[in-house]
């Protein structure tokens, strides 16, 4: 009899088809909890649970991060078993307060560092309490390297001289010294750019009829990286980088239209079984990373699967594999741990490039999906070296994704901007690291208000989620919002026609602190609740990292070993290698044309070649003004010269764009920084990239970078 087995979303989970497929239910009246799928797979012969051989099987039928193997149909009880809620737990400092904080940055995984430990050990010996792990949880996302960026904002000490400028004061001197064009830099989750005048169509919010409306048409930009996520699963990762910039778009001022993508990836060799090139060589891989392999078999898939079922067209990109090992000192370097990156652009209206100000007594408000037990604790997760935390909390930094959902909370947010000065979003942000612990928290403090707010009214499809849990935990497709009271019935009238969830959790208050209640404990105690803290707490001052290097000089090997090769060897294999060959099955994968706003895509000429320089887009269905965006990338150059590498970078992206009728003093650019931070000379050489461009090539060519994305934590 053959041996049966099933793959099913990984217990403890929801998966993302799960969600839809239950709402489509709910909605024709069907009176269930959840349905679930699984696939089933019948085996001739199965090997004995558990061995070497059982092993081999189900790593090849499932991927363990996402999914589970049950054996019995009696075990499908698990997928959707219902436990008590966990409690809220409270670390108690007793005598060394270090010594408990130092055993919990451990234990919940907060990637603290020793300076941020004293600084919550005083703060807490101040407030006279012990914390609970969602205040620590909170802490650790809003100050971790991911969202504080750390490095960038460093004090750097080189060779025994203190160097007078910090990473982001270079990367701020270029819109210092170019500031024309620029409506918002630094402060928002994208930079906005003048455009050009068109006629956008927005629907008269009484009668429902399109028009057009001639009016001038900023547009934000922004390249966000995830490359933790996509390391550990790349399907859902990169899908849900691809998601979370959209997000960020579409939080930008009080509200932006997402109009066109681009996704790209570096990994290592790919390896690909049964057909290794002969640069490949047999090594011993990180092993709770996916191959390079399977991140570009599963990746790419998820980056253009959220941008087609969102509605965007994917217009750009890049791809690159690279490995270097050097002889002289046995290192190898390599992208392991890929870069991802998700980047595009956005139309707003011009009254809304500006969020306002939160006053008393407004509405907070939760958009989209429900908490779930995933991501938590990414932020964090993403800014450690990797494999320094355990496999349990890479797992809990596993994301998942919704591109419906979004679709869902994009419309809310597009008819409230189609009302223009009635705009009832006084401030949006996107819900990403942290959760709603760091969204939340940066919504308030924008508007120097504090909160008062519930978690029981924060949507949850998971009745066993902790306090912490439901707090910290990173469910994508989610909003928050500031919104008046007077506007409320407005905004739950958009809502209801768009079927996008929603839940008024709080309010904001005069005083500066964030307080978090939990109904379950009807008598009001500051001892039962799970957040309450002054905000200066929270966005207070830690010490300011102190970095002090040294110049190193690495003596490279990039010249390669010819001998025996044959000249039409040769070409085969320069033709063969990815950075080279064709990239058509990164680019035919994805939707190119919805919106109807694309004028130039990938593809070009009667075969539809994908060999444009650049994309470009139209600010209307009649005119002929538009953007263009081009990308460049110069990283294995930064072996021989950091410096001169960031410089090719940004003159690839300029020889690209000049396929674009654009002017020079009009360019702005989103700058990507990678680096393994804390390997000897990585810091001095970035420093070095930063300064050629920052202080020497951009002020030079009157270009500004009003935005970018730095991830410090690339070493494996």
């Given amino acids: 009899k053959p041996a049966a087995l099933w793959v099913v979303p990984r217990v403890g989970t929801i998966s993302p088809w799960s969600s839809k497929a239950t709402d489509i239910l709910h909605d024709c009246g069907f009176a269930i909890r959840r349905v679930e799928r699984a696939l089933a797979v019948e085996l001739e012969r199965a090997p004995q649970p558990g061995s070497a051989g059982w092993q081999a099987v189900v790593g090849i039928l499932h991927d363990p991060m996402t999914e589970s193997i049950l054996t019995r149909l009696a075990e499908f009880d698990r997928l959707f078993d219902v436990g008590a809620a966990l409690p809220l737990g409270r670390i108690a400092l007793g005598n060394d307060p270090q010594v408990a904080l130092e055993a919990a940055n451990r234990r919940l995984g907060l990637a603290l560092a020793a300076d941020e430990i004293a600084y919550l050990a005083e703060n807490y010996a101040v407030l006279d309490r012990d914390p609970t792990d969602a205040e620590l949880m909170m802490f650790a996302q809003a100050n971790s390297e991911h969202c504080r960026h750390k490095v960038f ?54 009668s429902g009829v399109f028009a057009a409306t001639s009016e001038a ?29 959209i997000r960020d778009e579409g939080a930008t001022g009080r509200g932006g239209k997402p109009k066109a993508g681009l996704t790209g990836f570096s990994v290592s060799h790919l390896r690909i079984p049964g057909l290794q090139r002969p640069w490949e060589p047999e090594r011993a891989l990180p092993p709770r990373f996916a191959t390079a392999y399977e991140i570009m078999r599963d990746g790419p898939i998820g980056a253009a699967a959220f941008n087609n079922e969102f509605g965007r067209p994917c217009l750009g990109g890049y791809f690159r594999t690279y490995e270097h090992g050097t002889d002289e000192t046995g290192l190898l370097r390599g992208y392991d741990k890929p870069i991802m990156i998700a980047g595009g652009l956005a139309n707003l209206r011009p009254s809304h490039v500006e969020k306002r100000t939160l006053q008393p007594g407004d509405c907070v408000i939760v958009l989209g999906g429900p908490a779930m037990l995933i991501g938590l604790g990414g932020g964090a997760a993403s800014s450690v070296a990797a494999g320094t935390s355990s496999a349990e909390l890479d797992f809990a930094s596993v994301q998942r994704d919704n591109a419906e959902m979004q679709r869902r909370c994009q419309e809310v947010i597009d008819a409230c901007c189609a009302r223009g000065a009635d705009n009832p979003l006084v401030s949006i942000h996107d819900v990403g690291a942290g959760g709603l612990s760091n969204a939340i928290p940066e919504l308030l403090n924008d508007s120097n208000v504090g909160g008062e707010l519930e978690l029981q009214r924060i949507p949850s499809d998971d009745p066993h989620l902790s306090p912490m849990q439901i707090w910290c935990n990173e469910s994508q497709e989610r909003y928050v919002l500031g919104v008046r009271p007077a506007d409320l019935p407005l905004f739950e009238s958009i809502c209801a026609r768009e079927r996008c969830p929603f839940a008024v959790v709080g309010h904001a208050t005069v005083e500066r602190r964030l307080v978090l209640t939990d109904s379950r404990f009807p008598i009001p105690d500051s001892r039962h609740h799970p957040i309450d803290l002054p905000l200066e707490v929270l966005f207070g001052k830690p010490p300011r990292m102190q970095r002090n290097s040294r110049r190193i000089v690495e003596k490279l090997s990039i010249i390669a070993d010819t001998e025996g090769i044959e000249l039409h060897e040769a070409i085969e294999r320069v033709l063969r290698f990815p950075a080279v060959g064709s990239k058509s099955f990164l680019v035919t994968i994805g939707d190119r044309s919805v919106g109807g706003l694309c004028s130039r895509d990938p593809m070009v000429g009667p075969w539809q070649v994908p060999v444009a320089d650049c994309a470009v887009t139209l600010n209307d269905f009649s005119g002929q003004a538009g953007e263009a965006m081009a990308i460049g990338e110069r990283t294995p150059l930064a072996l021989l010269d950091a410096a001169a590498s960031a410089r090719m970078a940004v003159g690839e992206a300029l020889t690209n764009l000049a396929a674009a009728p654009v002017r020079l003093d009009e360019v702005r650019m989103s700058a990507n920084w990678m680096a393994a931070i804390d390997h000897p000379g990585e810091d001095v050489a970035l420093y070095d990239a930063v300064r050629a461009v920052g202080m020497e090539l951009c002020p030079a060519l009157g270009i500004s970078i009003p935005v970018g994305k730095d991830s410090m934590s690339m070493q494996v």
């Fill in 153 to 206: 904002n460093a004090e750097f000490t080189i060779d025994g001289e203190k160097q007078p400028l910090s990473l982001f004061a270079m990367i701020r001197n270029t819109h210092k010294q170019s500031p024309a064009h620029t409506l918002s830099a630094y402060k928002d989750n994208a930079a906005v750019i003048a455009g050009n005048v068109g006629k956008r169509f927005f629907a008269d919010p009484e």
């Fill in 217 to 245: 048409v900023p547009y934000a930009i922004k390249v966000e990286t995830h490359n933790h996520p996509t390391a550990i699963s790349p399907y859902a990762g990169a899908a849900t980088g691809s998601g979370g910039e």
